[in-house]
């Protein structure tokens, strides 16, 4: 059985820097491709990046630069370190692994909140 459990969120002031833990069980982390979401108060949960098998990684536009993914295989872990927080990434942010190999991401763990004052 698959369990993620994230850490590391917290409240952090505009620019500001953040790094979120996502430790894995029951899977190896570097067999999988593993990826960060995140769903802010009233909106759609949505896709932050990943890191894939290779190590390749991708973010999407609004954190590109800003944001970086990286795993620690020893540890079985992955890491989100977010750097230049904007109030706008306030949000639950959530591991999630890519179980079907086909990039659905539908299993992820309980979340950390992050809140990012201007």
């Known amino acids: 059985q698959v369990q993620l459990v994230e850490s590391g969120g917290g409240l952090v002031q505009a620019g500001g820097s953040l790094r979120l833990s996502c430790a894995a069980s029951?899977?190896?982390?570097?067999?999988?491709?593993m990826g960060w979401l995140r769903q802010a108060p009233g909106k759609e949960r949505e896709f932050v990046g990943h890191?894939?098998?290779?190590?390749?990684?991708y973010y999407t536009n609004s954190v590109q630069g800003r944001f970086t993914i990286s795993r620690d295989n020893a540890k079985n872990t992955v890491y989100l370190q977010m750097n230049s927080l904007k109030p706008e990434d306030t949000a639950v942010y959530y591991c999630?692994?890519?179980?079907?190999?086909?990039?659905?991401?539908?299993?992820w763990g309980q979340g950390t909140q992050v809140t990012v004052s201007s």
């Open positions: 029951g899977r190896t982390v570097s067999n999988y491709n």
């Open positions: 890191i894939r098998k290779s190590g390749t990684t």
């Open positions: 999630t692994i890519d179980l079907n190999s086909d990039l659905s991401y539908d299993y």
